[in-house]
């Protein structure tokens, strides 16, 4: 009867050694599912921040349409901007202009006094 017995131990270390390589590759497969979670969690992270660091990550509206500087045009001289200028040349050049323009305007008009006055 040794020989059922001898053949019980065996079917028994069998069925442990199978149980054992059955946990080994569950923990085996674990292991990969958590790594890769891992990967697509640490992927998704940096893509979000790739993302703000394009729109600039901050909560406040950011002008991005400049307008246009207004321009005045006078029918006596070339246009003026509204915006002033800080070039001192240019507030020279604008002065001078300004200052013949009120002379031509006053030399009009004592002209046309004088003419009617004659």
Known sequence: ???GSQKRERQKANRQLRKEEQQKVE????????IIIGVIVVV?????LWLLSLTGGSDEPQQTDLEPIPTVVDSTG????????????????????SDT????IEATTSAEGATTTA
């Not at 998704?44 to 979000?48: D, E, L, M, P, S």
């Not at 323009?101 to 031509?104: L, R």
């Open 78 to 97: 070339p246009s003026v901007s509204a915006v002033p200028s800080t070039d001192a040349e240019t507030t020279a050049a604008s002065l001078a202009e």
């Open 44 to 48: 998704a992270i940096g893509f979000v």
């Open 101 to 104: 323009t009120d002379t031509t």
């Open 27 to 34: 923990a085996k497969s674990k292991r990969k599912q958590q």
């Open 1 to 3: 009867m040794t020989v």
